[in-house]
Protein backbone atom coordinates (compact mmCIF):
# COMPACT_ATOMS: atom_id res chain seq x y z
CA UNK A 1 0.00 0.00 0.00
CA UNK A 2 1.39 3.66 -0.62
CA UNK A 3 0.71 3.99 3.30
CA UNK A 4 3.98 2.38 3.61
CA UNK A 5 5.34 5.63 1.97
CA UNK A 6 3.58 7.83 4.22
CA UNK A 7 1.54 8.51 7.09
CA UNK A 8 -2.49 8.99 6.42
CA UNK A 9 -5.31 11.12 8.05
CA UNK A 10 -7.69 8.57 9.65
CA UNK A 11 -5.73 5.51 9.05
CA UNK A 12 -2.61 5.71 11.81
CA UNK A 13 -2.63 2.09 12.74
CA UNK A 14 -3.09 0.90 8.87
CA UNK A 15 0.18 3.15 8.09
CA UNK A 16 2.24 1.86 10.77
CA UNK A 17 1.55 -1.78 10.02
CA UNK A 18 2.48 -1.25 6.34
CA UNK A 19 5.61 0.63 7.07
CA UNK A 20 6.46 -2.27 9.42
CA UNK A 21 6.51 -4.28 6.58
CA UNK A 22 8.33 -2.28 4.29
CA UNK A 23 10.81 -2.07 6.77
CA UNK A 24 10.90 -6.15 7.30
CA UNK A 25 11.13 -6.95 3.40
CA UNK A 26 14.21 -4.57 3.20
CA UNK A 27 15.85 -6.31 6.04
CA UNK A 28 14.93 -9.91 4.94
CA UNK A 29 15.96 -8.88 1.57
CA UNK A 30 19.40 -7.75 2.78
CA UNK A 31 19.59 -11.28 4.86
CA UNK A 32 18.92 -13.55 1.22
CA UNK A 33 20.38 -11.22 -1.03
CA UNK A 34 23.78 -13.70 -0.66
CA UNK A 35 21.40 -16.52 -2.08
CA UNK A 36 20.45 -14.63 -4.99
CA UNK A 37 16.68 -14.16 -3.68
CA UNK A 38 15.28 -11.08 -4.45
CA UNK A 39 12.00 -9.80 -1.73
CA UNK A 40 9.59 -7.43 -3.33
CA UNK A 41 7.30 -4.94 -1.55
CA UNK A 42 4.70 -3.36 -3.70
CA UNK A 43 3.20 0.06 -3.21
CA UNK A 44 -0.21 0.00 -5.32
CA UNK A 45 -2.94 2.95 -5.21
CA UNK A 46 -6.06 2.59 -4.40
CA UNK A 47 -7.65 -0.61 -6.13
CA UNK A 48 -11.11 -0.43 -7.44
CA UNK A 49 -12.90 -3.96 -5.41
CA UNK A 50 -15.47 -4.27 -3.20
CA UNK A 51 -13.56 -4.11 -0.26
CA UNK A 52 -12.04 -0.71 -1.08
CA UNK A 53 -15.62 0.76 -1.45
CA UNK A 54 -16.59 -0.45 1.61
CA UNK A 55 -13.65 1.09 3.44
CA UNK A 56 -13.98 4.09 1.05
CA UNK A 57 -17.08 4.66 3.60
CA UNK A 58 -15.51 4.38 6.45
CA UNK A 59 -12.69 7.01 5.92
CA UNK A 60 -12.96 10.46 7.22
CA UNK A 61 -13.81 13.05 5.02
CA UNK A 62 -10.45 14.46 4.47
CA UNK A 63 -9.02 11.09 3.91
CA UNK A 64 -12.03 10.22 1.20
CA UNK A 65 -10.36 13.49 -0.55
CA UNK A 66 -6.45 12.87 -0.38
CA UNK A 67 -7.41 8.78 -1.55
CA UNK A 68 -9.73 10.40 -4.27
CA UNK A 69 -7.26 12.32 -6.04
CA UNK A 70 -4.74 9.70 -7.24
CA UNK A 71 -8.53 7.39 -8.31
CA UNK A 72 -8.76 4.20 -8.20
CA UNK A 73 -7.03 1.55 -10.34
CA UNK A 74 -8.59 -1.38 -11.75
CA UNK A 75 -7.16 -4.58 -9.85
CA UNK A 76 -6.28 -6.70 -12.51
CA UNK A 77 -3.95 -3.87 -13.53
CA UNK A 78 -2.52 -3.37 -10.28
CA UNK A 79 -2.24 -7.30 -10.14
CA UNK A 80 -0.02 -7.58 -13.69
CA UNK A 81 2.26 -4.25 -12.38
CA UNK A 82 3.27 -6.29 -9.32
CA UNK A 83 3.51 -9.59 -11.20
CA UNK A 84 5.87 -8.03 -13.59
CA UNK A 85 8.20 -6.19 -11.11
CA UNK A 86 8.33 -9.51 -9.06
CA UNK A 87 9.52 -11.19 -12.23
CA UNK A 88 11.99 -8.85 -13.09
CA UNK A 89 13.63 -9.16 -9.53
CA UNK A 90 12.33 -5.20 -8.68
CA UNK A 91 12.59 -4.75 -4.44
CA UNK A 92 10.17 -1.62 -4.38
CA UNK A 93 7.31 -2.43 -6.80
CA UNK A 94 6.02 1.28 -7.80
CA UNK A 95 2.07 1.74 -9.71
CA UNK A 96 1.73 4.90 -11.14
Known sequence: SMAGQCGLFGFSGYSAS???VRGMAESLQMEVAPYDVCVCV???PDVDTPG???ARGAMPKITQQISGTAGFWPAETVAKAILSGAEAGTHHIWMG
Open 42 to 44: AFP
Open 52 to 54: EAA
Open 18 to 20: KFA
